[in-house]
């Protein structure tokens, strides 16, 4: 059974595909109610989550499917030491796919090896991100129109923004990219994303710490949270969380059609004051999350 670990290992074709479901999902919802008649997700949560945990629920109920699991470490057989591979093993005997979301890196791609059932990574670590991803595709080609030809600005904890990590993986596949990765020097894109992503693929970007003196050049601007789960002392936390905070004053040399992105939660990052704007497109994301979810299980589980 196929799993998703990674957002690479969809081809850029079957993105389009599952984008294509996603938006006759939006227009047609009537028509997908059944489809996961009789099938159940397991969500597994091992770390917090408000939107990814529940609009895969979300997601799989408006398929017609059923939901089970849990949304925390310490409700599970995990708090009496049961390893993962146990516990992926036990829910595999009861469910037809898997969501998980977990704090270790690579934890998701263990579990993969532990069942044969699906296993769809909802974040692990500070590594990846895939359904956000495509979350974050729908929403780009819905306001873009298109993947190639664009301007990306990404900013804030991109060393342990694993939102980041993925989208930069999945964007670097398109013509025409360029990546502009602002942020603290403390919290720059890890090496190996910049070697085994960016420069094999060629993709033209840069890094710098400051967000007002590249605002004009983007058309889209990512902005995310500094991750203070990932920090190894607070102190660290405290001095970098503000380092960027989006206030309308600081759009003004943003050009017109730019598309203000974040997969939320927001701390402080961006005032609520820009949610006005009709470039801020963050609860779109929200939105749209259900939909490619839905569209994916339907994919994962072979439902036509
Ligand atoms: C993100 C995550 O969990 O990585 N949230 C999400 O899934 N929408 C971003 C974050 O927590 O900052």
Redesign the pocket.
Do not use: A, C, E, Y
């Given at each position: 059974m196929r799993s998703l670990i990674d957002i690479q290992e969809l081809s850029v074709e079957e993105i389009d595909n599952l984008i294509d479901t996603a938006n006759d999902i939006i227009d047609n919802p009537q028509k997908y109610s059944q489809k996961c008649k009789g099938k159940k997700l397991a969500t597994l949560f091992f770390e917090p989550?408000t939107?990814?945990r529940l609009s895969f629920e979300a997601a799989m109920y408006d398929l017609g499917g059923n939901v089970l699991g849990f949304s925390e470490a310490q409700s599970s057989s995990s708090a009496k030491g049961e390893s993962v591979s146990d516990t992926v093993r036990t829910v595999g005997y009861y469910a037809d796919i898997i969501a998980m979301r977990h704090p270790k890196e690579g934890a998701p791609m263990v579990a993969s090896m532990s069942t044969d059932i699906p296993i769809i990574n909802a974040?692990d670590g500070g590594h990846n991100?895939p359904t956000?991803t495509l979350t974050d595709l729908l929403t780009i080609k819905r306001e873009k129109g298109r993947f190639d030809n664009l301007t990306i600005g990404f900013c804030g904890d991109l060393k342990f923004?694993?939102?980041v990590h993925s989208l930069i993986g999945a964007m670097s596949r398109y013509k025409n990219i360029k990546m502009i990765l602002i942020s603290p020097d403390e919290l720059k894109v890890p090496d190996y994303i910049k070697q085994t992503v960016l420069e094999k693929n060629n993709i033209e970007y840069y890094e710098t710490n400051s967000l007002e003196s590249v605002m004009p050049d983007l058309d889209i601007l990512y902005m995310?949270?500094v991750?203070r789960e990932r920090f190894f002392n607070e102190q660290d936390y405290i001095r970098l969380k503000d380092s960027y905070v989006l206030t309308p004053e600081k759009l003004i040399d943003a050009k017109d059609d730019l598309s203000i992105m974040h997969?939320?939660?927001r701390v402080n990052e961006i005032s609520v004051a820009v949610d006005k704007d009709k470039r801020a497109c963050y609860f779109k994301q929200v939105k749209n999350g259900k939909f490619i979810r839905m569209a994916l299980i339907m994919m994962l589980l072979g439902v036509e």
């Open positions: 989550s939107r990814t974040g991100h956000q923004g694993r939102t995310t949270r991750q997969p939320l939660p």
